[in-house]
């Protein structure tokens, strides 16, 4: 079923492949409308086989629940993600018959709160209700096919109204130019703007954030970097510290992998600090699904753990988490080492 303002009458997409530069190129065919005005042109590739993984999951439960708390204010608020990827992906492409990683991630949370053949379950905590809410909009014909990456995440929460912005940052020319694409198809004029830049760099400017039509300055940036470079770490270290400094108000989301390395275990330690320092309060969320019970000795056994730390969080999201993280466990944890935690201080 599908609330909040999800379209009913949204069409299934006709796709075909493509090979590229970087492998299997998905690509919407047809008129296919969208929520929100989304139609024919759209696409995405690359990072295909991460989307939606537990990960995704974890950021974007917690995303929607820190912007639906902050839009219950009328004034508008200046929205930017460092690292926006290609904003739309393919969960069903022919080089996987399971989803990729997202079979441990929004398919198996999907097929145990929302099909068709099981009986509804009950107490279902609001905010994975609000995240699935949003997973199925682009889904309507109930075949889960597409993923939505967090700029378009964030745009079905933007409110005409309020004048929100949305900023969106991807240096990699591949995908920011599926990027590019994809947001151009909204139609959405100054609301939306891309860059293909660092988005360490980026942000700078952007700090103090203009006005709104009240007067208040509101910001909520999302920082999510692929952290396959050991440099990610000091950078969203450095980056956070900055943008307390420009703008100690705004909202900062830091998405950080929970891996054996120095640099990633010092992260949310060292992002704790700065807040300390600061005399803002913060909020850290980890879920960690477990190893694979199907995995031998010898396989790569992937990413099973991240986390969320949230500067001048909602004082409503610690409440929320609380009730959304133990039932994610529940849904996506599958072996040893499971486990969730939820940290707040400040």
Not at 121 to 145: E, Q, T
Not at 243 to 255: C, D, E, H, N, S
Not at 289 to 307: C, E, F, N, V
């Amino acid at each position: 079923m599908l609330r909040r303002g999800a379209s009913s009458s949204l069409r299934s997409l006709r796709l075909y492949e493509i090979t590229g530069l970087h492998g299997k190129c998905i690509v919407p065919r047809g008129l296919a409308m969208w929520p929100n005005g989304y139609h024919r042109g759209m696409f995405s590739y690359r990072h295909a086989f991460h989307a939606g993984n537990h990960a995704d999951v974890l950021k974007h439960t917690t995303l929607i629940a820190t912007l639906r708390h902050l839009m219950q204010k009328e004034a508008g608020i200046t929205l930017v993600d460092t690292h926006a990827g290609a904003g739309l992906y393919r969960l069903d492409g022919d080089y996987t018959e399971t989803g990729g990683e997202a079979k441990d991630g929004v398919v198996k949370l999907m097929a145990a709160l929302r099909a068709a053949d099981r009986p509804a379950v009950k107490d279902v905590s609001p905010a994975i209700d609000d995240y699935l809410d949003i997973i199925a909009g682009f889904n309507p014909s109930g075949a889960l096919r597409v993923y939505p990456g967090s700029p378009f995440v964030m745009q079905q929460l933007m409110r005409t109204e309020s004048r929100d912005r949305l900023k969106l940052f991807e240096l990699h020319p591949t995908d920011s130019k599926t990027l590019a694409a994809n947001i151009a198809q909204l139609d959405a004029g100054r609301q939306i703007a891309v860059a293909r830049e660092d988005g360490f760099e980026g942000l700078r400017p952007l700090l103090p954030p203009p006005p709104s039509a009240t007067g208040s300055k509101r910001a909520v940036v999302l920082i999510d970097p692929s952290y396959e470079i050991k440099s990610d770490y000091a950078k969203v270290s450095a980056c956070i510290q900055e943008a307390i400094k420009r703008f100690p108000t705004g909202t900062y989301l830091v998405w950080y992998p929970v891996i054996p390395r120095p640099e990633a275990h010092d992260l949310p330690r060292r992002l704790r600090t700065l807040a300390n320092q600061a005399q803002k309060p913060w909020l850290n969320a980890t879920l960690a699904i477990g190893q694979d019970p199907t995995h031998g000795p010898d396989d790569r056994p992937g990413l099973t753990a991240s986390g969320m730390f949230v500067i001048n969080p909602p004082h409503t999201l610690k409440a929320v988490l609380q009730v959304a993280l133990p039932q994610l466990l529940t849904h996506l944890g599958r072996g040893r080492g499971k486990s969730q935690a939820l940290e707040s201080g400040g």
